[in-house]
Nanobody, 124 residues
């Protein structure tokens, strides 16, 4: 049974930082690219960042470039999202997800497995 467990969210003031973590089990972790998405109330789920199977390439939404950093540890089957310089508009539920080879990393519909989400709230 595949399981992705998101953690690390919380309430933080604007300008602050958080580290989100996603622990995977039940799948061959190194065979999947990993992504982070977020969804704010009343809005569609949007791409945040992704990392290839080996970790050699990373991809970011323009809105988070320079502030967010994605990384993975295949030995521990984990993926991290470092979030810096947080803004109120970053408030959302953040989800990690796994996509198989050939999937479109920017499109949430192509991801096979999802975490339960972790809430990030940024106060102004």
């Amino acid at each position: 049974q595949v399981q992705l467990v998101d953690s690390g969210g919380g309430l933080v003031q604007a300008g602050g930082s958080l580290r989100l973590s996603c622990a995977a089990s039940g799948l061959t972790f190194s065979a999947y690219a990993m992504g982070w998405f977020r969804q704010a109330p009343g809005k569609e789920r949007e791409f945040v960042a992704a990392i290839t199977q080996s970790g050699g390439r990373t991809f970011y939404a323009d809105s988070v470039k320079g502030r967010f950093t994605i990384a993975r540890d295949n030995a521990k089957s984990t993926v991290l999202l470092e979030i810096n310089s947080l803004k109120p508009e970053d408030t959302a539920v953040y989800y990690c997800a796994a996509v198989g080879a050939g999937g479109n990393i920017y499109n949430h519909l192509t991801y096979a497995y999802w975490g339960q989400g972790t809430q990030v709230t940024v106060s102004s």
